[in-house]
């Protein structure tokens, strides 16, 4: 059986949304829990378009390039909040998004 193969803007994806989600998961934590809602918002709101373009490459959707242009700017709203923050998991997150920003965009050109 062949190796299924996945394009650097679905793995890009899958590990920012991975990421996403534990960032958020980690803001949950934190003492100061009203200051890191919009960053756990922003976080889960990434995780799933994250999961959708993923899929969508895997399927050489029709509508790739418009999904992939949502992603990137979703990553890039993510990143803005998380590098706010000092925790390792929020800067992990903003530079885990700016990099799967970066993809979504090769794959929209």
């Known amino acids: 059986m062949d190796a299924i193969q996945f394009s650097d803007c679905a793995k890009a994806c899958l590990v920012c949304s991975l990421t996403c989600t534990t960032c958020a998961a980690a803001c949950m934590e934190e003492e100061k829990l009203e200051m ?14 994250c999961l959708l373009c993923a899929r969508s490459a895997q399927r050489n959707s029709p509508f790739m390039a418009e999904i992939c ?21 929020c800067q992990q ?12 965009r090769r794959m929209a050109a």
Do not use: G
Not at 83 to 88: K, L, M, N
Not at 93 to 104: D, F, P
């Open 36 to 49: 890191m809602r919009e960053c756990m918002s922003r976080c889960l709101e990434c995780s799933d378009i």
């Open 69 to 89: 242009q949502v992603c990137a700017q979703l990553c890039d709203w993510c990143a803005q909040e998380c590098i706010r923050h000092a925790s390792e998991h």
């Open 93 to 104: 997150c903003a530079e885990t998004c700016h990099q799967c920003a970066i993809e979504c």
